[in-house]
Nanobody
């Protein structure tokens, strides 16, 4: 069992920055890939970014490339999402997710943190 808790969301102006944090607890040694997803009202939950266990491999959805950076600190059981040059279309609830080693699926999800970007 792994528990994920997001923090760092809030209200920012367009062009501003936020850093989201995700704290993991429980059987964190089983985690492999960590990721961030987001969901706007009336839309499906969408992939944002993911990072390998070592942090050496990352990828992003096209709409955030060059603006967002995912990172992790395994010693602290933390994963981060640095969001720069925010746009109103980035407004959503952001969720942290974790996969378990040996599986291709996302096994655990956080409760979400709201990000609102004003124009």
């Amino acid at each position: 069992q792994v528990q994920l808790v997001e923090s760092g969301g809030g209200l920012v102006q367009a062009g501003g920055s936020l850093r989201l944090s995700c704290a993991a607890s429980g059987r964190t040694f089983t985690n492999a890939v960590m990721g961030w997803f987001r969901q706007a009202p009336g839309e499906e939950r969408a992939f944002v970014a993911r990072i390998s266990w070592s942090g050496g491999l990352t990828d992003y959805t096209n709409s955030v490339k060059g603006r967002f950076t995912i990172s992790r600190d395994n010693a602290k059981n933390m994963v981060y999402l640095q969001m720069n040059s925010l746009k109103p279309e980035d407004t959503a609830v952001y969720y942290c997710a974790a996969s378990r080693i040996g599986t291709n699926s996302w096994s655990y999800w956080g409760q979400g943190t709201q990000v609102t970007v004003s124009s």
